[in-house]
């Protein structure tokens, strides 16, 4: 059997299954280095896959520094409406990013940006924890740690 490269598509990927039996899947293309989102039924992509952050802007604010190197930790869920909220990392400005799908597409935005944020992010009930890193707080202990904040 011939096979065929797909490329770096498909990293840090994150599936939630809704009551209605749809996978929400939300991953990163490695070759793009985009957050992508895309729905599968019965085994089969539901329309084309939504990019959900190209790393070129936060909400309507484009970076003046170029393209950011996103998606990192990258993690679905649903909330109870069955609507995708994806929580991931900003690895360029160590940040943690939140979106959600609006009415024009998916809306980003800065969820954290305390210290370098945004490792290992998770979502769960509305809830968001990330490890953060400040190697500038002279109190040791606060230098590594884990912040939960509440999802927008």
Not at 44 to 72: C, N, Q, W, Y
Request: aromatic share 10%.
């Amino acid at each position: 059997a011939m096979m065929r490269d797909e490329g770096d598509d498909g990293a840090w990927s994150s599936l939630a299954i809704g009551a209605d039996g749809v996978w929400h899947v939300a991953y990163v293309d490695g070759y793009d280095e985009t957050v992508n989102y895309v729905r599968v039924q019965n085994g089969r992509t539901m329309g084309m896959p939504e990019i959900i952050d190209d790393g070129s802007r936060v909400g309507m604010t484009a970076f003046d520094d170029g393209k950011h190197l996103v998606g990192d930790s990258v993690m679905i869920a649903l909330d109870a409406m069955n609507n995708p909220r994806v929580v991931y990392q900003d690895s360029s400005a160590g940040t943690l990013r939140f979106a959600q799908r609006g009415a024009m597409g998916w809306d980003t935005r800065v969820l954290d940006m305390m210290g370098h944020t945004g490792y290992w992010s998770r979502i769960r009930n509305g809830r968001v924890a990330t490890f953060f890193r400040d190697l500038r707080n002279a109190n040791a202990s606060a230098r590594f740690g884990v912040r939960v904040t509440m999802a927008p």
